[in-house]
């Protein structure tokens, strides 16, 4: 399963709502997790299971989606969620979207 | 309290074979239902999964490079190792290990990575 994630690159004020969408080949069957990756850092695991929260994730950070197309939402952007967020499947295979870079605007 | 740390040889030529080493500590593989993978970065293919060694040593691989990867686990000192043979410069990437979540398809804990440049 290939995964789409868009928009590559998004910038927004602090205090925004936003929303990164990531799109798959096929049904996920909701078998997608989202990760955070800080410039230097490994990824962090933010959502499992398309809308679980990771213990310790600020309840800012939210999922949603099923079929092929879901969606992670950062209720109130704050200037340390600048990062790049993939999303990652593993109903049929592994794979890792190509990333959405957050920036501060 | 879960932690994973990769170790490698940071600078390897061309038709080389990586070593890998994972020394983990918080869980045990041979714990039933544990896992962990390897998973690499590069700037121009993104974040690729390329292998998962299981508990009671099931092995699986990424289908594009499976006749190049092997994983294997020492139970007993706490490690998973991955060997790629015939590195090329398009394998230059972090690589890291990380732990599968108990029963579940994603990973939750990563190690910081090791950062691998195949140059001649």
């Known amino acids: 399963i290939q995964l789409t994630q868009s928009p590559s690159l998004l910038s927004a004020s602090v205090g925004d709502r936003v929303t990164l969408s990531c799109k798959g080949s096929q049904n996920i069957n909701n078998y997608l997790a989202w990760y955070q990756q800080k410039l230097g850092e490994a990824p962090k695991l933010l959502i499992y299971n398309t809308n679980s929260l990771q213990t310790g994730i600020p309840s800012r950070f939210s999922g949603s989606g099923s079929g092929t197309d879901y969606t992670l939402t950062i209720s109130s952007l704050q200037p340390e969620d600048v990062a790049t967020y993939f999303c990652y499947q593993y109903n049929n295979g592994l794979t890792f979207g190509s990333g959405t870079k957050l920036e501060i605007k | 309290q879960v932690t994973l740390k990769e170790s490698g040889p940071g600078i390897l030529q061309p038709s080389q074979t990586l070593s890998l080493t994972c020394s983990f500590s918080?869980?045990?593989?041979?714990?039933?239902?544990?896992?962990v993978g390897w998973i690499r970065q590069s700037s121009g293919k993104g974040l690729e999964w390329l292998a998962n060694i299981w508990w009671n040593d099931d092995k699986y691989y990424n289908p594009s490079l499976k006749n190049r990867l092997t994983i294997s686990k020492d139970t007993s000192n706490n490690q998973a190792f991955l060997k790629i043979t015939n590195m090329d410069t398009a394998d230059t990437a972090t690589y890291y290990c990380a732990r599968r979540a108990p029963g579940q398809g994603y990973f939750d804990y990563w190690g910081q990575g090791v950062m691998v440049t195949v140059s001649s």
């Open positions: 918080g869980f045990s593989l041979s714990t039933y239902g544990m896992c």
